[in-house]
T-cell receptor, first 113, second 112 residues
Framework: EPEVTQTPSHQVTQMGQEVILRCVPI?????FYWYRQILGQKVEFLVS????????KSEIFDDQFSVERPDGSNFTLKIRSTKLEDSAMYFC???????????FGQGTRLTVV | KNEVEQSPQNLTAQEGEFITINCSYS?????LHWLQQHPGGGIVSLFM???GKKKHGRLIATINIQEKHSSLHITASHPRDSAVYIC??????????????FGTGTSLTVIP
């Protein structure tokens, strides 16, 4: 069964460093999403991406964040100048269309020290 | 913004019990997702529905659009069903847009 894959599964970084979280969505999917979940809290939307551009972003997704589809398969989330409060589980998801089921990756646990 | 409320927050059941988890939301939606999150953190999609009822194995999901309410039922519960169950809703274009709003989750523990 096709699945969304995320790498790495766990990343530890020093405060102030840049990190890139990688995702490979399901191949025929056109809509891509990043979500995050701070430990003990609910999942929060960061950004959605369609047709090689951001279609929607939340207030969390400020200039510190950026997304890119560098090739036909990868979808990346870059976090610049990481802060302690960026520590969270980051989930990538994809869906075939806006109204069909979204499939989630296993997440990347980011720890900023 | 869509406010998504789930109840109960925590639920402990004996193996074999019938379980119901509820989800209410505040603004009209185009779809509702039921998701399962295991202790390791990974999220698995269970159902996406916009009307009526869906069944998959021992899981049944229903939605009442007029009442802005959905339920997830688990029949003949088993310890492997222990997980956090999350409700997430998506709005219409121009309303709550192309993002999911998540509930806080219901933590289910099924005791053998």
């Amino acid at each position: 069964e096709p699945e969304v894959t995320q790498t790495p599964s766990h990343q530890v970084t020093q405060m102030g460093q840049e990190v890139i979280l990688r995702c490979v969505p399901i191949s025929n999917h056109l809509y891509f999403y990043w979500y995050r979940q701070i430990l003990g809290q609910k999942v929060e939307f960061l950004v959605s991406f369609y047709n090689n551009e951001i279609s929607e972003k939340s207030e969390i997704f400020d200039d510190q964040f950026s997304v890119e589809r560098p090739d036909g398969s990868n979808f990346t989330l870059k976090i610049r100048s990481t802060k302690l409060e960026d520590s969270a589980m980051y989930f990538c998801a994809s869906s075939e269309s806006r109204v069909t089921e979204a499939f989630f990756g296993q997440g990347t646990r980011l720890t900023v020290v | 913004k869509n406010e998504v409320e789930q109840s109960p927050q925590n639920l402990t059941a004996q193996e074999g019990e019938f379980i119901t988890i509820n989800c209410s939301y505040s603004v009209g939606i185009s779809a509702l997702h039921w998701l399962q999150q295991h202790p390791g953190g990974g999220i698995v999609s269970l159902f996406m529905l916009s009307s009526g009822k869906k069944k998959h194995g021992r899981l049944i999901a229903t939605i009442n659009i007029q009442e802005k309410h959905s339920s997830l039922h688990i029949t003949a519960s088993h310890p492997r069903d222990s997980a956090v169950y999350i409700c997430a809703v998506k709005g219409f274009p121009g309303n709550t847009g192309n993002q999911f709003y998540f509930g806080t989750g219901t933590s289910l523990t099924v005791i053998p």
